[in-house]
């Protein structure tokens, strides 16, 4: 089974997207922050990640390389209120991430993503 | 003596600290009591719209299970501070989302409670609630209360009124322009644009048959915003309704329609109307920024007009005419203008002797 990893803050998010993930046949872990993060997090490698960009004490784009850093993964997904197209162009041209979603969005862009 | 009463008042202080800590301690449990219930209205809500959204084969999510599940949290109308807070759950959730799943939430959040909670505020007799209600309405899309938000656009409270006409522009678009002659009370700036922008964002598509039909509206606020919208839409047709109000009697119309013409070109008729009513306009300020406006716009600059206003009687006319006369490469009718002034008033050096 293919594993999936939501990382939002936003509780109501979270949840829609850990439903929507499982309810595509994945198996997933859905946490707040990156201190939710344990050990056995850190050895899986996830097929998707779905995170926010938006936390305390770190900018966007250096959240973004942590990522990459600290957990293996296939592709990450950003989902954010955090839209201003300044960051999106910044991420985007990091060339770390597979797609960039801010809210309002429709989430069936996510489910074509994560179906593929 | 002394110190009976000194005693008694060091009682009657220690009394007082002690009642402050059992306050400060109540304030304390309560508090988080109140964050741990706000938590779990919230996790519950969560719950329940992602399986609502997301049902796994087998699960029957409907609303009869939603409301059990909210009841059996504490969202009931005895409390309604927990109705208000699964309320702005509502709104935030259907804010975040788009497509098919903003529509299923639309028609969840008609089924279950506090289903009418912010309809039910329209009617307190609080502005700030009746306001609050209307706001909640149109956030939520419920369209179905546009009678009840129609009656609160003459509202006397500015803010409930203003919520109201807001609330008609999102559910009715351009509909809603067809109340704007039936309009009693006065529409800020701030309201003016604010309704453009909704319904740019919203109905970005113009019909121009209810904009029509808002033209034959006396009230000043409808005729400036009638005008923003022209403006805002780019609508090139209907630039003769600007052209129309250029030479108004009020002051703030003209400045609307100054301000809205500013951003289009005119065709040669409509440049010669503009030219006629510009001697129309009482303001000095008002005339030179059209002075400005014509000149910007025209291909090849009217020496006739400009002439005439050179001569003008108001110095400040004069001025602006020469300035873009000579700007445009008509510098000797500058000269010969300001040099004829020389001979027109001849100074006698020897009478002042």
Excluded at chain 2, 195 to 210: A, M, Q, W
Excluded at chain 2, 316 to 340: H, K, P, R
């Amino acid at each position: 089974m293919k594993k999936a990893l939501v990382i939002q803050e936003d509780i109501i998010i979270q949840k829609i997207l850990e439903r929507l993930i499982i309810s595509n046949n994945y198996q997933c872990r859905a946490i707040s922050t990156l201190k939710d993060l344990e050990i056995e997090d850190q050895q899986q490698n996830f097929d998707i990640i779905i995170s926010d960009i938006l936390f305390e004490g770190i900018s966007p784009l250096d959240f973004v390389f942590q990522i990459q850093e600290v957990i293996l993964h296939k592709s990450l997904i950003i989902v954010t209120n955090m839209g201003q197209f300044k960051i999106r162009m910044k991420i985007l041209a990091s060339k770390k991430v597979d797609g960039f979603f801010a809210v309002p969005l429709d989430l069936n862009l996510i489910e074509n993503l994560i179906a593929r | 003596m002394i110190e009976t009463l000194l005693f008694g008042f060091i009682k009657l202080l220690l009394v007082i600290l002690v009642m402050l800590w059992i306050i400060i301690g109540v304030s304390i449990i309560y508090r988080r009591r109140r964050t741990r219930k706000l938590q779990l209205i919230e996790t519950t809500f969560a719950d329940v719209i992602s399986k609502f959204l997301y049902p796994l084969p087998g699960e029957n999510i409907d609303h009869i299970y939603i409301q059990r599940r909210f009841r059996k949290i504490g969202v009931i109308d005895s409390k309604p501070k927990n109705v208000q807070y699964l309320i702005d759950l509502m709104i935030r959730t259907q804010r975040s989302l788009l497509g098919i799943n903003y529509e299923k939430l639309v028609i969840l959040f008609t089924q279950i409670p506090p289903y009418g909670a912010s309809a039910s505020k329209i009617n307190s007799r609080k502005w700030y609630i009746k306001a609050r209600g209307i706001r909640e309405i149109y956030e939520m899309n419920q369209i179905r209360y546009v009678k009840q938000i129609i009656k609160e656009s003459n509202n006397v409270n500015i803010y409930v009124r203003r919520e109201a006409q807001i609330a008609l522009v999102i559910f009715l678009g351009w509909e809603s322009l067809r109340f704007l002659s039936y309009l009693k009370r006065k529409m800020t700036l701030w309201q003016q644009i604010k309704i453009v922008e909704k319904l740019h964002d919203l109905h970005p598509k113009p019909n121009l048959k209810y904009l029509q039909r808002a033209y034959g509206s006396d009230k000043t606020y409808a005729n400036e915003l009638v005008m923003r919208i022209i403006r805002k839409f780019n609508l090139i047709t209907e630039i003769d309704y600007i052209l129309k109000h250029i030479d108004n009697f009020n002051f703030e119309t003209r400045e609307s329609a100054i301000y809205c013409i500013s951003s289009f070109y005119l065709s040669e008729e409509q440049l010669i109307v503009l030219k006629e009513k510009f001697f129309n306009i009482p303001k000095t300020a008002q005339q030179i920024l059209l002075m400005k406006y014509i000149d910007k716009i025209s291909f090849e600059k009217d020496l006739v007009f400009y002439k005439k206003l050179l001569n003008s009687s108001n110095e400040l006319i004069s001025l602006s005419s020469a300035e873009i006369l000579w700007n445009n490469g008509f510098q000797e009718e500058v000269q010969e203008f300001y040099y004829g002034q020389y001979s027109r008033h001849p100074i006698n050096v020897l009478d002042s002797v």
